[in-house]
């Protein structure tokens, strides 16, 4: 069953509480969520770098879709550079694509990301 705006309300305001652990199943409501709000495949921007990755900040991807789930990285796109298939975490990708629910589907995913997800609420 996908998520829908008031199920992402409520596990925004259960992490505000949460202390330093994302509760389990939160990254699936973000990943039924994006689902279905963004349309796959979308254009993509990479804004933060990460070593082990051979993509810049600037450069542009397609997000094919969500692999899975990290405990650091958080939710795991799979995307196309147009040479090769990467996993790349989607809290590192900015949606340039011209359809606006793309943009603020991933723009949403991203905020509640640094703010919740990766060290636990933000004081």
Not at 20 to 47: H, L
Not at 101 to 110: E, L, P
């Amino acid at each position: 069953m996908a998520a829908d705006a008031e199920e992402i309300k409520r596990a925004v305001g259960l992490l505000a509480k949460a202390g330093q652990d994302v509760p389990a199943g939160f990254y699936q409501v973000w990943a039924d969520y994006v689902y279905r709000i963004a349309g796959f495949p979308f254009g993509a921007e990479v804004c933060e770098c990460l070593a082990e990755h051979p993509f810049r900040e600037g450069d542009r991807v397609e997000v094919r879709g969500i692999d899975s789930a990290d405990d650091y990285y958080g939710l795991i796109a799979e995307v196309w550079d147009g040479w090769d298939r990467f996993y790349f975490p989607l809290c590192a990708l900015k949606a340039v694509d011209t359809e606006a629910q793309n943009q603020t589907a991933v723009a949403d995913y991203r905020e509640w990301f640094n703010r919740y997800g990766r060290y636990g609420p933000e004081d």
